[in-house]
C-alpha cells in the first residue's frame, strides 16, 4: 500500500485529497495543524471506511514537522507520496502588511514546506522512488497589486519545485506542482476575517477595491474551483505515465496565465495606473479575454 502525508487537511484541498486517494488505495496520514478544529476530517476517519490516520503537524515548527516524519516512519517503514497543501493568504499592500505576517504566510507556505520536504527526501532517494507534489498558486505565477507576501511564498515554492525536480530526477523521484485558482475553499474566508474589512481610506483602496469586485462577481460560489477538481488534479500529477512539472487547475487559473504570457510586463504594469475603475476594467478584459468584474 503507498503510504502518503498529506498537508492541510481538515478542509478543502487536503480533505478533497486525502479521501480521493485513500479510496485509490492509499494509507493517508492526514496532517492537520489542530486537531480539534478538523471535525471534517475526524468525522471521516470515525466512519471507518477509508484508510486514514489524523497527523498532528505545524508547519511552523520545525521539530513537530521532524517529529511528524519520525512517527509515519515508525509506522509504516517509509513514505511514498508527499503533498504539502498546507497554506495561508493575504491581501494588503506591502506597505500595509506588518512582518509578523509576512513572516507566519512565508513560515507556512514556504519554510514549513521546505522543512517536510528535507525530512522526506533521503528515504525516497535510498530507494529510488517518491512523489513530491507541492500545492502552488497561479499567484505563483500571476500576481495582484494586493498580494504581495502570498504571491512571493508562492513564487518562492515554485523555485523549490523546479530545483527540487532537477535535484531528484536521478532518483526517480516525480516533482509536480500544481497551480490552482481560486478554489471553494474557507481559505480566503479565513483571510479576510484576520484582515478585517478593508481600510476605504488606504491609499492603495483601488487595488483592494478591484479585488473585491473580481471576487464577489465573476468568481461567486458558482464559478469557484471545487477542491476535488485540485484533487484529482493531484492524484493524476501521482499516477500519470506521462507526468508534468506544472498542473495548471481551474479557468479562472488558465484565463490568467494565458493573459499573463500574452502581454509585456510594461503593459501589465501600466494598468496598474489607471485610475478610472471602467478604463482598467476594459484594459483588463482586453488582456485576459473575459471581463471578469462587470454584469
Keep these: 500500500m503507498t503510504v502518503t502525508v498529506i498537508t492541510g487537511t481538515s478542509s478543502g484541498i487536503g480533505l478533497a485529497t486525502a479521501i480521493r486517494l485513500a479510496k485509490a488505495g492509499h494509507k493517508v496520514y492526514a496532517g492537520v495543524r489542530n486537531p480539534d478544529g478538523a471535525d471534517n476530517l475526524r468525522e471521516v476517519i470515525d466512519a471507518g471506511e477509508l484508510p486514514i490516520s489524523m497527523l498532528e503537524i505545524d508547519m511552523m515548527d520545525e521539530s513537530l514537522i521532524i517529529d511528524a516524519v519520525d512517527r509515519?516512519?515508525?509506522?509504516?517503514?517509509?513514505?511514498?507520496?508527499?503533498?504539502?497543501?498546507?497554506?495561508?493568504?493575504?491581501?494588503?499592500?506591502?506597505?500595509?502588511?506588518?512582518?509578523?505576517?509576512v513572516r507566519r504566510v512565508f513560515e507556512t507556505n514556504y519554510f514549513g514546506v521546505f522543512a517536510l520536504t528535507h525530512a522526506v527526501i533521503?528515504?525516497?532517494?535510498?530507494?529510488?522512488?517518491?512523489?513530491?507534489?507541492?500545492?502552488?498558486?497561479?499567484?505563483?505565477?500571476?500576481v495582484f497589486p494586493t498580494n504581495a507576501a502570498y504571491a512571493s511564498s508562492k513564487y518562492a515554492l515554485e523555485a523549490l519545485?523546479?530545483?527540487?525536480?532537477?535535484?531528484?530526477?536521478p532518483f526517480n523521484i516525480r516533482v509536480a506542482i500544481i497551480e490552482p485558482g481560486v478554489t471553494a475553499t474557507s481559505v480566503f474566508e479565513n483571510a479576510a476575517k484576520a484582515m478585517g474589512?478593508?481600510?476605504?481610506?488606504?491609499?492603495?483602496f483601488v487595488h483592494t477595491r478591484r479585488?473585491?469586485?473580481?471576487?464577489?462577481k465573476?468568481?461567486?460560489?458558482?464559478?469557484?474551483?471545487?477542491p476535488d477538481t485540485v484533487a484529482q488534479a493531484i492524484e493524476t500529477a501521482i499516477t500519470t505515465d506521462t507526468p508534468k512539472l506544472r498542473y495548471v487547475v481551474g479557468a479562472d487559473a488558465e484565463m490568467f496565465w494565458a493573459a499573463r504570457q500574452r502581454v509585456s510586463d510594461e503593459e501589465y504594469m501600466?494598468?496598474?495606473?489607471?485610475?478610472?475603475?471602467?478604463?482598467?476594467?476594459?484594459?483588463?478584459?482586453?488582456?485576459?479575454?473575459?471581463d471578469l468584474w462587470r454584469p
Design 72 to 101: 509515519v516512519l515508525a509506522a509504516e517503514g517509509q513514505i511514498d507520496v508527499l503533498v504539502n497543501n498546507a497554506g495561508i493568504t493575504q491581501g494588503t499592500s506591502v506597505e500595509e502588511t506588518q512582518m509578523s505576517v
Design 161 to 169: 519545485s523546479e530545483s527540487l525536480a532537477l535535484q531528484l530526477k
Design 122 to 142: 533521503p528515504g525516497m532517494r535510498e530507494r529510488k522512488n517518491g512523489t513530491i507534489v507541492n500545492v502552488s498558486s497561479i499567484a505563483g505565477r500571476f
Design 211 to 216: 479585488m473585491i469586485k473580481l471576487f464577489t
Design 218 to 226: 465573476q468568481l461567486g460560489i458558482s464559478a469557484l474551483t471545487p
Design 197 to 204: 474589512p478593508p481600510d476605504t481610506a488606504s491609499p492603495y
Design 270 to 290: 501600466e494598468a496598474a495606473s489607471i485610475e478610472d475603475d471602467e478604463d482598467y476594467y476594459d484594459a483588463m478584459t482586453e488582456m485576459i479575454g473575459v
